[in-house]
């Protein structure tokens, strides 16, 4: 019999194969390719017929494994098409390598196994209200929002709802940004349910993720908590898919295969057609979008834990209050800290910019540090010893040689977190202080301060955006928020949303056990408008206005957008293609095409960029009317196209 096998490469169609043994669709096999022996999938559709003959191989072995399920395999097939991607490629992201598929003996799924616990959990009426809504049509596909304040108890309520499918012996897939950071969670989630999760992301090792991906097609693995690749593991019975902290723009996958993961576990959930619920303090615009057209059903938690109170909040003017020199914490602000640090609060300054000073320039020479690969300054990390790219990763030392008269005289501009740590640890000398950075921690380093600050033998915390995710501080009562910069930097239409997302969530992090607290922001810049509106205890009244703006400006989530960057090595090269490229796909497209015009960050890992913008209906003929075009331009040698589908950066 002749098959169509998709392999997990760089092609858009399956190849056919001579097979001697009976195969069907979802069948993993072993066939020749080139040279090589690679694993392929048997596809529920032959390529096209083309003028060219091949000779036929024949497929080689069949793998003993539960076949691929026919709806993953329409999934993938509608994935590739709306990100615009081969079809190899997202049966690669599913694959993971060529050697993928093993057995493994039952030792190694022990821990997966319940043991029969019995952990009475109390919901409060609340709980049980959103529980049941939840579970309202949970036996086909349907997308379930929840939404409660930080520190109102989501998780146990879809746990509760995980766990009724469980029982059931469904699969469940939670998915969670930040990955790197679970303990806490998988604590949690051990001592609901009595058993082991298996733990999914791109640090998990070759061997491990073989054996994690056997027992999810043979389903002896019942749940997987997992970052934005999970969404491609192949379950033999999903029942539910619940996405965590949906409105996390790390779902994005922004780089080789770009898509993003919400989207796409909504989508796969809807081929299995099983529900889906989504969780958040506050919902991404889409979603708010969604849930006010009745698209999406509602549930909300009003209540935080033990009834705790919500922050206050205080500007604290700059204008008004002189700063000595390289401060950056005002006398006004000592004074407060100082307040509550005798009422035995703990205190957190934050700073959402990573290193010791983002820009570094010597006096006598006026030598700068700028990235040799990007169009951008260096970092200076004084904790590292090092001025770092965060676009590319390059790294140098700080060369204190003038030309001219010995050692340089730098003047380090503006603070990083590195830097307010040193400030705050001269201003509070006699307490304990932790700094909390991605450049700081590493996994180990960071459980244990973790543990510290809960058990409240840290004072003052000095951290990144990295804190304000889902921890559970109980005795943080007062934040600083050193410099709230609410300028949006003109290339990203998410400012002010990120801005919301990012500031709820920080202020979610105080006042937990039902002490009073208090969010101070420094700022020279009052907008206080601007301020109360993100700080609002009603995010919906945000997400109105930024809803409406949307429409009126007709933006995402009202049109698709598709970003498409031309990258090269010449500039010259690089215009004139741009251009030439645009000329060809303007007149057949589905859609209207903006630039090409330099990308902000016009040079980025030694490749200069253009971007074009294709704007269009929120419909899948956009995406094939394009990939049809492109598939027929050839770019002079030398330059790569990258297709963003719905863009969140623009970089
Ligand atoms: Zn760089
Ligand atoms: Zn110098």
Redesign the pocket.
């Known amino acids: 019999m002749k098959v169509p096998i998709l392999l997990p490469n760089i092609f858009n169609h399956p190849f056919t194969y001579e097979s001697k043994i009976n195969l069907k669709v979802g069948d993993y096999v072993i066939v020749p390719f080139g040279k090589a022996k690679i694993t392929g999938v048997v596809w529920n559709k032959f390529e096209k017929k083309t003028n060219k003959s091949f000779l036929i191989k024949e497929v080689l072995q069949k793998l003993h494994v539960p076949s691929l399920k026919k709806n993953t395999i329409k999934f993938l097939n509608w994935f590739s098409e709306y990100n615009m991607i081969p079809k190899g490629m997202a049966l690669k992201l599913l694959l993971l390598s060529n050697d993928a598929i093993e057995k493994f003996s039952d030792e190694n799924y022990k821990k997966f196994k319940t043991k029969i616990i019995n952990n009475e959990i109390k919901l409060s009426i609340e709980q049980k209200d959103s529980l049941i809504k939840m579970n309202k049509l949970n036996k086909k596909f349907r997308v379930h929002v929840l939404q409660g304040t930080t520190g109102s108890g989501k998780t146990i309520v879809y746990f509760e709802a995980l766990k009724q499918l469980i029982d059931k012996s469904f699969q469940g897939l939670i998915m969670l940004p930040e990955i790197g950071l679970t303990s806490q969670f998988e604590k949690k989630f051990i001592e609901f349910f009595g058993f082991n999760p298996a733990i999914w992301h791109s640090g998990v090792t070759k061997k491990n993720k073989k054996i994690i991906w056997s027992g999810i097609a043979n389903g002896k693995i019942k749940v997987v908590i997992g970052a934005r690749s999970s969404l491609f593991l192949p379950f033999k019975k999903l029942g539910l898919i619940i996405v965590d902290e949906e409105h996390d723009q790390s779902y994005k996958q922004d780089e080789g295969i770009i898509y993003n993961a919400r989207d796409m576990a909504i989508s796969r959930a809807s081929f299995e057609n099983i529900p889906v619920n989504l969780i958040t303090a506050v919902p991404s615009i889409e979603t708010f979008d969604n849930i006010k057209k009745e698209k999406y059903s509602l549930s909300k938690l009003n209540q935080r834990y033990l009834n705790a109170s919500f922050p206050n909040y205080e500007i604290i003017n700059l204008n008004n209050t002189k700063m000595e020199s390289q401060s950056w914490i005002s006398k006004k602000i000592i004074d407060k800290v100082n307040l509550h640090l005798e009422k035995k609060d703990q205190v957190l300054f934050f700073l959402n910019r990573r290193g010791f000073s983002p820009y570094v320039l010597?006096?006598?020479?006026?030598?700068n540090y700028s990235c040799p690969n990007c169009s951008i300054n260096l970092v200076y990390h004084k904790h590292k010893q090092n001025l770092l790219c965060h676009y590319c990763g390059y790294k140098t030392q700080l060369a204190?040689?003038?030309?001219?008269d010995g050692?340089?005289?730098?003047v380090f501009s503006g603070p990083g977190v590195e830097r307010i740590y040193e400030e705050v640890k001269k201003k509070f000398p006699s307490k304990k202080t932790t700094i909390f950075s991605s450049d700081t921690m590493n996994k180990k380093s960071s459980s244990e301060i973790l543990e510290k600050i809960i058990n409240n033998e840290i004072q003052i915390l000095v951290g990144t955006q990295l804190i304000s995710k889902g921890f559970h501080f109980p005795n943080l009562n007062c934040i600083v928020v050193v410099d709230i910069d609410l300028s949006s930097h003109g290339h990203d239409l998410r400012g002010a949303e990120k801005n919301l997302q990012l500031y709820h969530q920080l202020s979610g992090r105080a006042g937990r056990t039902g002490k009073p607290a208090t969010v101070y922001f420094q700022s020279y810049n009052l907008n206080t408008k601007m301020i109360s509106d993100i700080t609002n205890k009603n995010p919906d009244l945000f997400l109105e206005k930024e809803l409406e703006l949307r429409k009126s400006n007709n933006l995402p989530p009202y049109q698709r957008f598709i970003a498409l960057i031309v990258t090269g090595n010449d500039e010259n090269v690089l215009e004139k293609e741009s251009l030439r490229f645009k000329n060809f796909i303007e007149k057949t497209l589905e859609g209207k095409i903006l630039g090409p015009v330099n990308a902000p960050i016009f040079r980025l890992k030694k490749k200069f960029r253009t971007r074009l913008l294709v704007r269009g209906k929120k419909s899948l003929k956009v995406q094939s009317s394009l990939t049809k075009i492109i598939s027929k331009f050839k770019f002079a040698s030398g330059l790569k196209l990258t297709v963003d589908v719905d863009p969140i950066n623009f970089n």
Request: proline share 0%; aromatic share 6%.
């Open positions: 010597c006096k006598k020479c006026l030598k204190r040689n003038c030309n001219k050692m340089c005289d730098f």
